[in-house]
């Protein structure tokens, strides 16, 4: 499993981000985005419009009924968090072909 920081792979993606989540009086979760890790293997960008970042946790209950996201308002696109607890377990991403761009160049990078 390849790991590396949210912070060092999209740098303006985590920022903006944090931002987003402190401006939605979400600190404990804000602050996790200093230190998350994202899994790249099980990361994907399936379609033109859409990118999922995870962070490794994995939903002991599957994915959907049960876990709660958070959808935040950038100024473009539209952010999904899907969080269990108080852990952010991936971040989806619809509408932004920059983040995406740079998130396809990153998985193409050998370890």
Known sequence: ???????????????????????????DLANQIVDMQIDVERCFSGEDYFTMICTGLQPLLGWGTGQPSIVLTPHKGTILLNVIGNDIISVEIFFRSDIQERFLQQQSVPS
């Open 1 to 27: 499993m390849q790991k590396i920081l949210l912070k060092d792979s999209l740098p303006d993606f985590a920022y903006e981000l944090k931002y987003l989540l402190v401006r939605e009086n979400m600190p």
